[in-house]
Structures are given as C-alpha cells and as structure tokens.
C-alpha cells in the first residue's frame, strides 16, 4: 500500500481486522467494507452460518451503491498510455515489486489466450465490439476442448494473483465461462464440487493437484466430464503431469508459462489432447516472439541450447513502478529479459530449466535445481520438495534439498540422495537433505526458495 501511494482501501469485513493495526502507517485515507453475506438474497440469508461483521470506522460499499447513481459516468482513457492496474510480484526472489500494466496490456493478453483456448479467431465489428468466431465447417462442440458460453470452472486461484487476474477471471468472463468460487482449498470439498457442479475445467498451480492426487479416495471420483485441465505459476513435476493425464482421461492437460511482466502468460501448450509435449510450456501465443539468448553476452542461442528466456508482445509491461534502474534491466529494445533459464527444441516449444537468480554454481558448473528436483518426485514418499544452493568453501555452491513427505511415508536422507545421485551427473549431485513439515509456497502457488535460503542461514 505504502509503496503504491494508495489512497483508499476495499477490503472484506473478515480480512479486514488483520490489517487494520497498520493502516495508520500507510496512506490510506478512507476505507470501503463488503461482505460475502451482501451476496445472499432474502430467501436463503436465514440458512447461511455467515453473516455480515461490524467495521467500525469504515464506510459500507452496499450502502454506497444504493445511495449513488448508477448512471457509469463518462471516463476518457487512453488505454495504450493509462494504468488498468499494478500487479505486484510475488516476491518469491526478492522484495516485490509493482508491475505497470495498461489498459490495452491487460486486454489483449485476455484475448491472446482467450483465442488460443478455444481456438477461435477474433473479429472487431463497425461498432469496435469484440468477438470471437470459429472457422468455416468447425463445430466447437465437436472440434474444441473449450467452447465460449458452455464451460464450468471450478476457480480457486487467487485473484490478487497475475494468472488469477487474466486466467481464471479476465477470460473466464470474456469467455462466458461459469464459474465456482472457493475462498480456500480444500481437496475433498474441490473434488466433489466437480460432479456437484458439472465442471469441465480445472486449472491453477501444481500445488493443487499433488493434495488432489494424494487424497485417498482419489480413484473413487468420476472425472470423465472434465474436458481440460491447466496448470502454471510454477514448474509442473513430470511425475505429476504423467499422472494428470491418466486421472483426466478426456482432458487435455495443458502447462503454460508467463510471468506478472507480461501481464500474465506469454506461452502455452495446444490445448488439444496429445499435441503439447510432456515437460514443454508450448509455443508462443499469438502476437508474442519468444528467444534464448546467452546470459552473459546476449548471443540469441539455437535450438537445444540453454539459456536466458525473452519475450516481445503486447502484453509485456510499461516497467515497474517507481523503479526505472528496475525497468532498464529487464526491458531493452522491446525485449522483456525474464531471468528464467530455458530452451527452444526444434519445433519452437519451450522448456523452462529454472529461474536464473536459483542457479548454483559449483566449481563452475551451472546446476539447475529443477533437474534434481525432478528426479526427487520420482521418489514414492515425496510430496513438495525444494532444491537450493548453500555456500561452500571448495565448491562455491552445492545442491540440498528441503523435503515434506507424503503422510504416512517414511524415507531417509541416505535413500533419498541415493535415489537422486545415480541417476544424475557428478557435479550436479545432491550434498545434503533436509526434512520439513512443510514446504513453503506463496498464496499463488510459487515456491518461496528465500524463505528456504533463510533457513540455510538462521
């Protein structure tokens, strides 16, 4: 709020009591409560548990509404130039930082996905209305795993979130798309909303389908109606893609990649069941140029090779807020620099190696913790692991591991770095294991790895 220069804040009475101690200390000078209980309709506000909460000393949006014209005044904006809103980052690397993001950012990156979800072209009329048509001779009912106007989703990605801002409600509203709002995860309660609710579409970050795959009763729930299932905020182990696939047997289960820079999503996979490839975050979606180019001299490297990821499009960021060495170090000559290590095979699909701040260096050899924890989920006990470097003395950097297991299961550190180290090159071989409750990760799905730093350290 502070680093924002927010004036005014909306909040809900149940959240609002845990951060009202600081907001003497931030610029917010006037306060708008709501309640999920102003939802309920006369008819069932008896049934419901929840009701609404007092909020002292703010003022209260439904009495707003009633009180003021509904007439939407006339505002002139000038979508290429004027702020839709700053999406701040999560924070998962370092101190978060405000993203800039248009109007015509925020737009178009709705669209570019909402056209390649469900495979449709876009048409503006004589009267700049927006919409999307099919092809001559498709039939989306029978040709498309998404169809606009026809979909249930079920949504539990946070909406503060940059993928649960476009994704799951940008273009679930320009899509036509219903859906089912959880204020929290539950797996159980998630699961049997998809035969309550008739969903056909599931989508948020890995870590909401390892407790979905790990429930006990998992296999007993009809999952046939789900007809796609996707996943991104964060790498996708391919165990638990392999396992996806055989749990949604009717769905295309597709991964995607993006960042809050380029509003949300920049590439992703073809959402047709056996056309994306097993580990790839796909292809660049329309209108978006992807490349990979050495991190140190900034050659554009050919297929295969790894290096640092950047993408150009519409949807990629003014800058960041208050922060123009920030913007200058990430953007030049149109290029967003992502700081995430990949490669491009030769069909043009992309694969994400791992972020560039979490690489280890030992003994000048890069290490890519994601390769290593791969081969850790392939282990039946593991349930969320996390590898980071920690300094040493000879080798600069070595690899460990912090490791929550499954309930239940049992494994030690010796078995688990003998499950990883035979599989993997000398000098990428896991030094030491540490075993956590839990391990963490941000609302919006992202592995906190400073956090994890920290523990090395505390």
């Known amino acids: 709020m502070t680093d924002s220069g927010a004036a005014m804040l ?27 209980a102003d939802c309920y309709n006369a008819v069932v506000a008896p049934t419901k548990l929840l009701g ?10 439904t009495e707003l509404i009633k009180s003021h014209n509904p007439a939407v005044p006339a505002i002139d904006i000038d979508i290429e130039n004027d702020l839709a809103h700053l999406a701040y980052t999560g924070g998962t690397t370092g101190v978060s930082k405000g993203v800039m993001l248009t109007h015509a950012n925020v737009v178009r990156n709705t669209l570019q996905f909402g056209c390649w979800m469900s495979g449709a072209q876009l048409d503006i009329d004589a009267d700049e209305r927006v919409k999307l048509v099919y092809p001559e001779g498709v039939d989306p009912a029978r040709d498309r795993q998404v169809v606009q106007d026809r979909e249930v989703s079920l ?24 859906m089912v709002v959880f204020p929290r995860f539950d797996p159980k309660e998630y699961l049997d909303a998809v035969a309550k609710f008739s969903a056909t579409t599931l989508g948020g970050a890995p870590q909401l389908y390892v407790p979905l795959l790990g429930q006990p009763d998992f296999d007993q729930y009809d999952l046939s109606n789900i007809r796609f299932v996707a996943s991104g905020a964060a790498p996708l182990p391919l165990t638990i893609l392999e396992k996806m696939k055989t749990a949604f047997p009717s769905g295309a289960v597709v991964e995607a990649y993006g960042l809050t820079e380029c509003t949300m999503g920049a590439v992703c996979n073809p959402p047709i069941p056996g056309k994306g490839k097993a580990g790839s975050v796909g292809l660049p979606v329309f209108d978006t140029q992807c490349r990979v180019v050495d991190p140190e001299t900034g050659r554009i490297l050919p297929p295969g090779e790894e290096g640092e990821i950047c993408i150009k499009g519409p949807q990629v960021m003014v800058g960041y807020w208050q922060r123009p060495e920030a913007t200058a170090e990430v953007l030049r000559d149109g290029w967003l620099y992502t700081g995430d290590i990949g490669r491009e095979d030769e069909d043009g699909f992309l694969f994400i190696t791992d972020r560039k701040k979490d690489m280890i ?30 300094a040493d003395e000879t080798g600069g950097e070595i690899p460990v591991a912090f490791i929550q297991l499954k309930a239940g299961m049992i494994a030690t550190e010796v078995e688990l770095m003998d499950h990883v180290n035979s599989r993997i090159a000398a000098y990428k071989k896991l030094r030491k294991v540490i075993f956590t409750d839990s391990v963490p990760v941000s609302p919006a799905g992202k592995m906190l790895k400073r956090e994890l730093r920290d523990r090395l350290t505390n």
């Open 361 to 390: 260096i030992y003994k000048g050899y890069n290490v890519y913790p994601r390769e290593i924890e791969e081969l850790i989920y392939t282990h039946p006990a593991v349930e969320l692991c996390g590898v980071i470097g920690k």
């Open 155 to 178: 949504v539990v990605v946070p909406w503060f979130h940059a993928m649960g801002t476009i994704g799951y409600l940008n273009n679930m509203i320009s899509g036509g798309t219903t």
């Open 10 to 36: 909306l909040t809900l009475d149940l959240l609002y009591p845990g951060i009202q101690s600081i907001i003497p200390e931030t610029g917010i000078r006037q306060v708008i409560s709501t309640s999920i």
């Open 52 to 61: 609404k909460l007092p909020v002292p000393d703010t003022l209260d949006m």
